[in-house]
């Protein structure tokens, strides 16, 4: 059975692009949010294998909506994305929970070698 991903981005563009990176990789991508807030309204309501979230966002950013998911599944699997290469926001996401990092624009590769070792 393929693993399903909530993919999280205020970036429809973005969405889109890691959407299409996971379905041409056997994933299932079964839902998206636009916001921290949305996002952690889908984990509760999808309980996805893994999710992938954006640290900038509106209404809620990525860190507490990766904290608030942590609080519903201490054990939950988040990949953090962003093109900031910001070393603190880095750091803020592993202290937080996150399982890895990837870094805007996405290389295919990299996001799939990242969700296969924390499915792993």
């Known amino acids: 059975m393929a693993h399903r ?6 970036a429809a563009f973005m969405r889109m692009m890691i959407k299409d990176i996971l379905t041409k990789n056997g994933y299932e991508v079964v839902g998206e949010a636009a916001d921290g807030q949305q ?10 294998d893994l999710v992938t979230m954006d640290i900038t966002m ?6 507490t909506a990766l904290k608030e998911i942590r609080k519903i599944n201490p054990n939950s699997k988040v990949i ?3 093109a900031m290469g910001q070393q603190a926001m880095v750091i803020d996401a592993i202290q937080a929970g ?23």
């Open 5 to 10: 991903i909530l993919v999280v981005d205020d």
């Open 39 to 48: 996002a952690v309204e889908k984990y509760r309501e999808l309980h996805p």
């Open 58 to 63: 509106p209404e809620m950013d990525g860190i």
């Open 80 to 82: 953090m994305c962003s």
């Open 98 to 120: 996150a399982k890895d990092f990837v870094v805007k624009p996405f290389q295919a590769d990299r996001v799939l070698e990242a969700i296969s070792k924390t499915l792993s």
